[in-house]
């Protein structure tokens, strides 16, 4: 891993940003700002699905990772008082705990493939309709909010959205958190034996591989960055609702950004979560800035970007399944090295 | 009355309203409103039933799940409503819905399912996902977020102080009568058993003289006619809006993977139990709480009987 | 009837035939024979299409089987009883043989050749509403050739009729395949059990590692020292 090079000057530039973009667009900081703090989160939440992700592991249950990290953080500050300091270690663990509970059987009774991803869709449908039934706490469909602290800038509440340069940093910080995990992972010892399970569990558990262990330890720690993306995501929006953080719309965005961006290389949901984001921001300022697209569709033009997600998805998946950096740093290592040496990034299907 | 609102879990206030109210009213008694709620629920079956048959239909013989069947569903419903808005009568119009989300599925299959066959499952799952995004916001972009009603109002049938929706009776029967003719097809016809035995083993069809190709086009189109019927029963009973598959979806799968995906007459069983979950759940307590009771039991039956509670295709 | 000249096939990297030129002419029985892997299963499944030959021509009666697509084949007349026989378990009996059927040709003669087919095989009328995962060995071995019988074929493909089958009982489907035979039905059929087809084919090639390497008549075969040594175990 070249990872110490890159860092190097990466890290300075990325701390830089803020002032590039004061100097850059001083009209419209908050503007910039926001995206990349929505890119820089949403990368933190696609890392944390795409542990699972390359893996063989595709949950259609993210969303409800997402959900409870966010709710259960909102619900003990709004209710209890509690601190997200304390409330987002609880989240983390509920996650964790019902990430296990639904993760232990499906690996114990190698529940893969269609059957994985349906079960956990029931379960992002679950939570959201716990989310929508329990309204007299989180406001139903409609969404609830944290409730603001003083000026909305507080370490103790873990308020920061006014300020969007400390939004930015923190994450930032997230997002280097995500990459850092992604990375120890890569380099561990679990990565060989989940690489070796999602190729063939017998031959794995022959040689000694405990794969419902591995696979529990992956989903745990998938659901915990999940639940803690959810969480700093809600702080930052300052508000929740089970459409926009939880539910079935929320695991496919997900899944689908990592399979744009590329799932088995580290910046892959990050390239992933750039992708989508520009994407969606680009459709919406050419659109408000046209007359003409905003006769022909109204208010409905905010569903182009869905559209050409979706179309996008179906042409990534059919003609690009490794995704956007997948794909490229593939091109460059054939380029590199001589044509007989297989590509070694990505030889799974 | 409240299950009118099954299915219907919309983001408005309404609802939410409602669901207080039972909250606050209601607890669930072994009376006349529980008998009403089971015999609501198995009304209810009959119409899952029905998606899930599509459905089943399709994983059986392409091995492929189409998650964006609910998303069809919805297509057929604007089709509809259109075509009876345009002035066509009201079979007429829904006889255009089946042939359109037909095609749909036709479409589909070639477009986006064929270049896939080859590809992991999963990636099948996830395309068939991008369809649905597409669906929803090209809905959405085509026909606003309004919601819309055919306007077709059939009253109710009221007996020993209950009341059914006449809708919902009609619902019943027709899906019940789609199903005995679906069976009837896959058991008599050449083309039925060569379905059938697709799904057996794919690669000696061709020693047959059948035409896969030919074969998943078929089963496509009559996925999506199924589709297509249900939406011609669910603009009676529900308004038509972009998200209304995001509603019944998930349903439709866990009714599919509790029946074991690919059995027909497993998933008409699961549908029935599914759909007594919700009724009496929802009359117990809030819509939603049918619904969450629904998946959780799914849950528990899968961790209990992974390949479903009739699969025997793993 | 069946005229193959130069084929060459194989699987992605793999050759599996190298230039196999045989001819099967109407009313014969001819025997393809030879180990294990020589490719004597693949030469059947390019004549039926389930593997695209790579090089040279195939003909059935004067038609190229090579621009046929694979499920036209059947109509050209020839009917393959493919290796493990592999009916569709989940069918009844009687439905497998209406799959057999399938093909339009063969549809308005269904039932004639379905009592046809009793006829011959007086067991599967028996068993006719059964499960065909459910039969014996034997009896699927049955079902399998009359199965391919129904599209009403000139020409029978066998591969391996034996297989997995206890003694008895291949000693019964080599009578079976003597009846179809006797039923003017032309037979190209594929065995390890040499010593046992040699008695009943016309012909016979020798296959090995995708090469022709003899043929002849099945008694010239049959009394070849080195046949008897490396195949009959003599």
């Not at chain 1, 493939?113 to 706490?137: K, M, P, Q, S």
């Not at chain 2, 015999?39 to 209810?44: D, V």
């Not at chain 2, 037909?102 to 477009?111: D, E, K």
Request: proline residues 4%; contains cysteine.
């Amino acid at each position: 891993m070249r990872i110490p090079k890159t860092a190097l000057i990466g890290v300075p530039i990325l701390l830089l940003v803020p002032l590039a973009v004061r100097f850059a667009f001083p009209a419209a900081e908050k503007y910039y700002l926001h995206l990349l703090i929505q890119i820089l989160i949403w990368s933190f939440i696609y890392t944390g699905w795409s542990l699972m992700g390359r893996f063989g592991l595709t949950s259609l249950g993210h969303g409800a990772f997402t959900g409870i990290g966010a709710y259960v953080m909102v619900l003990l500050w709004n209710y209890a008082g509690i601190t997200p300091w304390i409330g987002i270690p609880v989240a983390i663990v509920v996650s964790i705990i019902v990430a296990l509970l639904v993760g232990y059987p499906c690996f114990r009774l190698r529940i893969v493939g269609h059957y994985f991803a349906l079960l956990t869709l029931a379960l992002t449908e679950f939570v959201r309709l716990c989310i929508v039934g329990l309204r007299d706490y989180t406001g139903g469909s409609l969404g609830t909010q944290p409730r603001r602290f003083g000026d909305g800038v507080s370490l103790y509440a873990l308020q920061f959205e006014p300020d969007r340069v400390l939004s930015y940093y923190v994450a930032l910080a997230l997002w280097a958190l995500g990459l850092y995990v992604w990375w120890r992972i890569d380099r561990s010892m679990d990565r060989y034996a989940l690489d070796a399970a999602s190729q063939d569990e017998d031959a794995a558990a022959s040689v000694g591989i405990d794969v419902t262990r591995e696979k529990l330890k992956i989903t745990a720690i998938s659901a915990a960055m999940c639940a803690l993306g959810g969480a700093i995501y809600a702080q930052y929006q300052m508000y929740i609702g089970p459409d926009t953080i939880a539910g079935l719309s929320v695991s496919l965005n997900i899944v689908f950004a990592v399979i744009a961006g590329g799932m088995w290389v580290m910046l892959g949901p990050t390239v992933g979560a750039v992708f989508t984001q520009v994407l969606s921001e680009v459709l919406r300022v050419t659109i408000q800035n046209s007359a003409a697209l905003q006769k022909v569709f109204g208010s409905a033009v905010l569903a182009l970007d869905t559209m050409i997600y979706g179309l996008l998805l179906i042409l990534f998946i059919i003609y690009m399944p490794k995704g956007i950096l997948g794909t490229l740093l593939e091109r460059r290592e054939k380029k590199q090295e001589t044509p007989l040496v297989p590509a070694k990034a990505g030889t799974r299907s | 009355m409240f299950t009118d609102l099954i299915l219907r879990s919309p983001p408005q206030a309404g609802v939410s309203k409602d669901g207080r109210e039972r909250n606050a009213s209601m607890d669930c008694q072994l009376d006349i409103f529980f008998l009403e709620a089971v015999l609501n629920g198995l009304l209810l079956a009959g119409l899952l039933a029905l998606l899930a048959l599509g459905l089943n239909l399709i994983f059986g013989v392409i091995d492929v799940v189409w998650i964006c069947y609910a998303e069809l569903v919805m297509v057929g419903m604007y089709g509809i409503y259109y075509a009876h808005k345009g002035g066509a009568p009201f079979i007429l119009a829904a006889v255009i819905g089946i042939v359109l989300v037909a095609a749909a599925g036709i479409v589909l299959h070639q477009l986006v399912i064929r270049p896939v066959l080859d590809s992991a499952p999963i990636n099948q799952l996830l395309v068939t996902g991008g369809v649905l995004f597409f669906l929803q916001a090209a809905a959405t972009m085509a026909f606003g977020i309004d919601f819309r009603n055919v306007g077709i109002r059939l009253g109710s049938f009221n007996a020993f102080d209950m009341s059914f929706s006449y809708s919902r009776i009609i619902t019943f029967g027709v899906a019940l009568a789609a199903m005995l003719l679906l069976w009837l097809f896959l058991s008599r016809s050449y083309i039925g058993i060569a379905i059938r035995a697709i799904a057996q083993d794919r690669q000696i069809m061709p020693l047959m003289g059948v035409d896969q190709r030919r074969i998943y086009m078929i089963t496509s189109a009559i996925g999506g006619g199924l589709a297509g019927l249900a939406a011609s029963l669910m603009v009676l009973q529900f308004d038509i809006y972009p998200q209304i598959g995001l509603q019944f979806g998930p349903l439709i799968f866990m009714i599919c993977v509790l029946g074991g995906l690919g059995n027909m007459l497993g998933g008409f069983i699961a549908a029935f139990i599914i759909s007594e979950f919700i009724a009496v759940g929802g009359s117990c307590f809030a819509t939603e709480w049918g619904y969450a009771i629904a998946f959780l039991f799914f849950m528990v039956v899968i961790f209990i009987r992974p390949q479903g509670l009739f699969g025997g295709k793993s | 009837m069946l005229e193959l000249s130069n084929i060459d096939a194989g699987y992605g990297g793999f050759q599996a035939l190298f230039g196999v030129s045989m001819t099967v002419k109407a009313g014969e029985a001819v025997a393809v024979i030879g180990a294990n892997g020589a490719g004597k299963t693949t030469l059947l499944r390019v004549i039926s299409g389930l593997l695209p030959a790579t090089a040279g021509t195939m003909t059935m009666e004067g038609v190229s089987l090579r621009a046929t697509p694979p499920h036209k084949i059947i109509s050209t007349g020839i009917a393959h009883v493919p290796e493990g026989r592999r009916l569709f378990p989940r069918l009844s009996v009687e439905n497998n043989l209406k799959i057999g059927a399938f093909i339009p040709a063969a549809r308005q003669k269904f039932a004639e050749r379905l009592a046809f087919v009793y006829e011959l095989f007086p067991r599967l009328k028996e068993r006719r509403a059964q499960l065909a995962g459910t039969l014996s060995g034997g009896e699927q071995q049955m079902c399998a050739i009359a199965r391919a019988l129904m599209s009403g074929p000139k020409l029978v493909l066998l591969d391996e009729p034996s297989m997995g089958l206890a003694p008895v009982i291949v000693a019964q489907v080599f009578d079976l395949v003597r009846r179809i035979r006797g039923e003017g039905y032309t037979v190209l059929i594929v065995e390890q059990n040499v010593r046992q087809v040699l008695r009943i084919a016309d012909r016979a090639y020798l296959l090995e590692v995708g090469r022709l390497k003899a043929s002849g008549s099945a008694a010239e075969l049959a009394a070849s020292d080195e046949i008897r040594k490396a195949y009959m175990g003599i």
